[in-house]
């Protein structure tokens, strides 16, 4: 099924719109329904679905969406990079979001990394087997949602400190500790954009972003773990154990530019996510639609039945106004950062746009499957996929009530400002 666009694209947006479509239903979807009933353990095997979609996204430039055309990034407006992200999110929010955090490391790099960081940028941009695959490893077994709410709370010390640790040994970075089993694409990946706390800190928020090789002596990983949702996706802890690092692969070195860069990387991440779960709603709702139209109850088609009616027009209304807005929260974002370089883009909006995408996702995943009665728990209909990841998406990239809480301070401090206050940020962080 293809939408109709309220904004008027142009005949090149609206060919992208169906070529992408075309790639994602015929080769995204079928290997992401495949990879849902895998075991973990043959998820991660060379022989994966997983490496044959990655390998065809990377051939298609999908992973440069957040790179900028001037450091070698495709040549595509703000809203053609919307465009793609949401059906990714259509086809399947694993692979989406395997292929968005496979970027985390060297888009960060090529933003603010060093001259050497970025020859590994360009191995990675130019690499169409997937001998280069990032992950963005934050999460640890102690601190989940803290990660987000250091990032604006007064009181940071609170927090605690973090599980991986750095220390400096003459030129390099010593690091030592465990990221959580969640973190997406652990299992395969060759390289982490990786959060990590300095020894002597008092706190998660005295700490650096750094790139880390994942072949580095001293690192090891956990078996892929088993999840209810987003299994397309592997993931499993990171173990590091005085892993040592060139000094330079430090992208974010300590400073007070880490709360801005981890506040305006989540205003990236924010609305890539918001866009693939408006993309993940589509196809629950067209899902829903389809079905609607074809069984006949009560002597008739379902779309007959005022319920459902009212069920599908409810579920058409979230999906088309989470896309208007998923896209102005992305196109302003991308302008900001990508374009203008200042960093300033609007963390309240950007939030918005995730957790108003994700909370619609799973509200209309479950009225669709409520479309599809019994059919809709069987394992043969998409639809109980589709339920089970917009639920993971609840908790993925921060779960919708703390990514709502860290929006909420940051409208109770800033409404009135138009731009976002890097001062107030810098302010916070008065030791790092
Ligand atoms: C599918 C999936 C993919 C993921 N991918 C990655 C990845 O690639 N990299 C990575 O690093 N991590 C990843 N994660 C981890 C994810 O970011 C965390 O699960 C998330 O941030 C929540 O942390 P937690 O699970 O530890 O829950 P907790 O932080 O323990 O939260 C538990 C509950 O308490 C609530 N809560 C927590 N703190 C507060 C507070 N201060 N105030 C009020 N309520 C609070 C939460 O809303 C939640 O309901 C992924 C998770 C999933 C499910």
């Known amino acids: 099924m293809s939408y109709l666009d309220l904004d008027e694209l142009s005949e090149e947006d609206e060919l992208l719109k169906s070529e992408v479509h075309r790639f994602v239903e015929e080769v995204v979807r079928p290997a992401s329904v495949k990879l849902d009933k895998m075991a973990p353990e043959e998820r991660v095997k060379p022989s994966s679905p997983y490496f044959k979609v990655l390998k065809e996204m990377k051939k298609l430039g999908y992973h440069k969406l957040h790179i900028s055309p001037n450091l070698g990034g495709p040549s595509l407006t703000h809203l053609q990079r919307y465009i793609i992200m949401e ?18 490391p060297f888009s960060s790099a090529a933003l603010i990394g060093s001259e050497k960081l970025m020859e590994l940028v360009s191995a990675w941009m130019n690499d169409t087997e997937c001998n280069f695959h990032g992950c963005w490893g934050v999460t640890e077994p102690e601190h989940g949602s803290d990660y987000l709410m250091i990032i604006r709370d007064e009181d940071y010390l609170k927090f605690g400190k973090g599980n991986v640790k750095a220390k400096k040994e003459g030129g390099e970075w010593v690091i030592s500790g465990q990221k959580s089993a969640w973190v997406s694409a652990a299992p395969v990946a060759t390289h982490c954009g ?59 070195p300590p400073g007070a530019f880490y709360g801005i860069f981890a506040d305006q990387l989540l205003c990236l991440t924010s609305c890539a996510m918001g866009a693939f779960s408006v ?16 069984r006949v109850q009560g002597g008739a088609p379902l779309v007959k039945h005022k319920n459902i009616k009212l069920s599908l027009y409810r579920m058409f209304e ?97 409404y009135e400002k138009k731009y976002y206050d890097a001062d107030l940020i810098a302010r916070r ?3 790092a």
């Open 279 to 294: 993309g993940l709603a589509r196809a629950a709702f067209e899902e829903a639609l389809r079905y609607a139209r074809q």
């Open 194 to 252: 990786l959060h990590v706390q300095l020894e002597e800190g008092k706190s998660l928020a005295e700490g650096l972003f750094c790139i880390v090789p994942l072949d580095a002596e001293g690192v090891s990983r956990g078996k892929p773990v088993d999840m209810l949702g987003m299994r397309d996706c592997p993931q499993g802890e990171l173990f590091f154990n005085d892993v040592r690092i060139p000094e330079d692969y430090a992208a974010v």
């Open 87 to 104: 059906e990714l999110g259509w086809g399947s929010l694993g692979l989406a979001t395997a292929i968005g955090v496979d970027s985390i």
């Open 318 to 414: 979230k999906v088309e106004s989470a896309r208007y807005y998923v896209r102005k929260a992305m196109e302003y974002t991308h302008r900001k950062i990508f374009e203008k370089g200042t960093f300033d883009a609007s963390p309240r909006h950007a939030r918005m746009a995730q957790v108003y995408a994700k909370r619609i996702a799973y509200e209309v995943a479950d009225e669709a499957l409520q479309v599809f009665g019994a059919y809709g728990l069987s394992k043969e209909m998409i639809i109980e996929k589709l339920f089970r990841d917009a639920r993971a998406l609840q908790i993925e990239d921060g779960t919708i009530e703390v990514l709502s809480l860290e929006a909420a301070d940051d409208v109770i401090e800033s």
């Open 429 to 431: 962080y008065p030791e």
